[in-house]
T-cell receptor, first 114, second 110 residues
Framework: SQTIHQWPATLVQPVGSPLSLECTVE??????LYWYRQAAGRGLQLLFYSVGIGQISSEVPQNLSASRPQDRQFILSSKKLLLSDSGFYLCAWTQMSGPQETQYFGPGTRLLVL | SQQGEEDPQALSIQEGENATMNCSYK?????LQWYRQNSGRGLVHLIL?????REKHSGRLRVTLDTSKKSSSLLITASRAADTASYFCATDSNDYKLSFGAGTTVTVRA
């Protein structure tokens, strides 16, 4: 069966520090991969998605970046964190097909920038 | 951008009662999905209804879709304390993305 992992679960970082969040998927190949951010009590904002290795689409201009160095690995990064980067970051995957089918979410990373 | 909009924003019910929440969207869709999120956790897929379907059931969940009104409803029957969560609708947009609404927070009182 397929599983999706995210780490770390919780992170407290000072303003201006770098960030690296990792997401890996097991049990499937060629997945579409997604990074979302969720502010407290709010819906999901799509940040990046990837349909293949090295292919990244950015939805929202910001100081974050994403990379997909391997088929089942998706990394969210920042060179210098801002206070506004605080939030709950969710990674998700889905099978590469036409109209969007079910997305499967990881457990999330809670980031607090101080 | 956010296409789905859930209503109400919050709902508090007694255990055993039914909970109904609605989702409206703006553009044509291929399918509409409902997800649940327990506090501080990832989202879990509940049910998917395609644009050519009008109603779908899964256990205590009933979803309707009215494409003429661009709206969907999620009914949870005989609610339990474990149903306390936030519920999100999501619509596809003919590409690789889903658009999620802001969610309805449901509290089931014992």
């Amino acid at each position: 069966s397929q599983t999706i992992h995210q780490w770390p679960a919780t992170l407290v970082q000072p303003v201006g520090s770098p960030l690296s969040l990792e997401c890996t998927v097991e049990g499937t190949s060629n997945p579409n991969l997604y990074w979302y951010r969720q502010a407290a009590g709010r819906g999901l904002q799509l940040l990046f998605y990837s349909v293949g290795i090295g292919q990244i689409s950015s939805e929202v201009p910001q100081n974050l970046s994403a990379s997909r160095p391997q088929d089942r690995q998706f990394i969210l990064s920042s060179k210098k964190l801002l206070l506004s980067d605080s939030g709950f970051y969710l990674c998700a995957w889905t099978q590469m097909s036409g109209p969007q089918e079910t997305q499967y979410f990881g457990p999330g990373t809670r980031l607090l920038v101080l | 951008s956010q296409q789905g909009e859930e209503d109400p924003q919050a709902l508090s019910i007694q255990e055993g009662e039914n909970a109904t929440m609605n989702c409206s969207y703006k553009t044509s869709i291929n399918n509409l999905q409902w997800y649940r999120q327990n506090s501080g956790r990832g989202l879990v897929h509940l049910i998917l209804i395609r644009s050519n379907e009008r109603e779908k059931h899964s256990g205590r969940l009933r979803v309707t879709l009215d494409t003429s009104k661009k709206s969907s409803s999620l009914l949870i029957t005989a609610s339990r304390a474990a149903d306390t969560a936030s519920y999100f609708c999501a619509t596809d947009s003919n590409d690789y993305k889903l658009s999620f609404g802001a969610g309805t927070t449901v509290t089931v009182r014992a």
